[in-house]
């Protein structure tokens, strides 16, 4: 149905800034949110920031301040551009979408997506 490919993880010394991107790929018909979501080793999997197809956006009060979630309807792309690191941002981050994708008969139905995930490594 969609496809999500993350980009832009890596390895960044506290204080540093990285940005990640996620692209989604489908008969897209509409969306409702796309988000990020990080899971650190051995915990579980929480949400970091999320923006509405209007613009809204929410964040976890870990990372307010410092991290900025945007989205480009147009190219259906969602970033995080994440800066003043710390070593407990490590993690792997996913994004996540849901909205409504084009069928093969010409309905839009329902659709949750998730990214392979993205490793991002805060050193200190």
């Known amino acids: 149905q969609v496809r999500l490919v993350e980009s832009g993880g890596g390895l960044v010394q506290a204080g540093g800034s990285l940005s990640l991107s996620c692209t989604a790929f489908g008969s897209i018909f509409s969306f409702n949110a796309m988000a990020w979501y990080r899971q650190p080793p051995e915990k579980q999997r929480d949400m970091v920031a999320a923006i509405t197809s209007g613009g809204s956006t929410i964040y976890a009060d870990s990372v307010k301040g410092r991290f900025t979630i945007s989205r480009d309807n147009a190219k259906n792309i969602v970033y995080l551009q994440m800066n003043s690191l710390k070593p407990e941002d490590t993690a792997v981050y996913y994004c996540?979408?849901?909205?409504?994708?084009?069928?093969?008969?010409?309905?839009?139905?329902?659709?949750?997506?998730w990214g392979q995930g993205t490793q991002v490594t805060v050193s200190s």
């Open positions: 996540n979408a849901d909205g409504r994708v084009m069928t093969a008969s010409g309905s839009p139905v329902p659709f949750v997506s």
